[in-house]
């Protein structure tokens, strides 16, 4: 009987109008996924083109700038597929807009202790933004992880460390933050040199090397670098200081250029730098080395 019946049912149904609502509803999402495409590009068209377009009259300075691009960005991304999402199921299933908006508003309270984590992710970000703790391209350090910020997003910021990985971190997790990039940032060169050497030639040669350092430097420079003196006696050499002041993140070029410069007029000039003994770790090696 059963069989009888579902074999009468399948003959008397409409597969041409079922086909057809098939057809209509993949034509839609299709059509829907394409606006939403168009739409995205040409928000992020503008976007750059206000934000980003240094030809013509800047409204913030470059790193603010990036920053609002990338979070603007991120909300618009989320805002877009949101709409998708809610005209589509609109057409498939006809729910009611304003009804399928108050059941998302009793599911979103009915889930509101499991997605605390998300909304505190949210206004940490807008925290971050408005009180312009960091921008794209600063280099910061908050808790473990350290790097140059790449994207600031409504719920995660994005840094690249000098090795190469990238950190995400959702912006709730951020409590404290070190930036590396806001002001004149500070550039130290400690230079030991041993107690038989004279240490005011050693001095001169080294103010010599700050003034060639400034000049090619340039405007990388905001104080230049100047020899501080001796400021510690180890228990073999005298330990002399270099500190300058650069624009942010220029600070570790100097200190090497520093570093470089003073070794190369040092050995120019014959004046010693402490030699220290390189021994391997394992001494079965070692003992085989030496016979």
């Given amino acids: 009987m059963n069989s009888a019946w579902i074999q009468s049912s399948l003959n008397h149904f409409d597969w041409q109008q079922f086909g057809t609502a098939v057809l209509n509803s993949i034509l839609y999402i299709v059509i829907i996924l394409v606006i939403s495409r168009v739409a995205y590009w040409l928000i992020i068209y503008l976007l750059r083109r206000t934000l980003l377009d240094h030809k013509g009259k800047k409204i913030l300075d470059e790193r603010k700038a990036n920053t609002m691009f990338s979070l603007l960005r991120s909300m618009s991304f989320y805002l877009i597929t949101f709409t998708a999402i809610l005209h589509t199921l609109k057409h498939i299933f006809n729910f009611d807009t304003g009804t399928l908006l108050a059941s998302a508003s009793v599911l979103g309270v009915a889930l509101g202790f499991g997605s605390q984590s998300l909304v505190k992710d949210i206004i940490g970000g807008f925290f971050i933004l408005f009180e312009d703790q960091f921008s794209v391209g600063?280099?910061?350090?908050?808790?473990?992880?350290?790097?140059?910020?790449?994207?600031?997003?409504?719920?995660?910021?994005?840094?690249?460390?000098?090795?190469?990985?990238?950190?995400?971190?959702?912006?709730?997790?951020?409590?404290?933050?070190?930036?590396?990039?806001?002001?004149?940032?500070?550039?130290?060169?400690?230079?030991?040199?041993?107690?038989?050497?004279?240490?005011?030639?050693?001095?001169?040669?080294?103010?010599?090397?700050?003034?060639?350092?400034?000049?090619?430097?340039?405007?990388?420079?905001?104080?230049?670098?100047?020899?501080?003196?001796?400021?510690?006696?180890?228990?073999?050499?005298?330990?002399?200081?270099?500190?300058?002041?650069?624009?942010?993140?220029?600070?570790?070029?100097?200190?090497?250029?520093l570093r470089r410069q003073i070794h190369s007029a040092f050995l120019k000039e014959g004046i010693r730098t402490p030699q220290q003994n390189i021994f391997m770790s394992d001494p079965l090696k070692r003992d085989k080395e030496n016979t």
């Fill in 138 to 257: 600063d280099y910061i350090q908050t808790g473990q992880f350290a790097g140059v910020v790449e994207e600031t997003g409504i719920r995660a910021t994005h840094l690249r460390d000098w090795g190469g990985e990238l950190h995400i971190i959702p912006n709730g997790s951020i409590t404290a933050v070190t930036n590396f990039s806001r002001g004149k940032m500070r550039a130290l060169v400690d230079i030991l040199v041993p107690y038989d050497e004279d240490l005011d030639r050693a001095m001169k040669v080294m103010h010599s090397v700050c003034e060639t350092v400034s000049t090619e430097f340039g405007d990388k420079i905001i104080d230049p670098p100047a020899v501080q003196g001796v400021i510690q006696f180890g228990e073999r050499n005298a330990v002399l200081r270099v500190i300058g002041f650069t624009q942010p993140n220029e600070q570790w070029s100097l200190e090497r250029e």
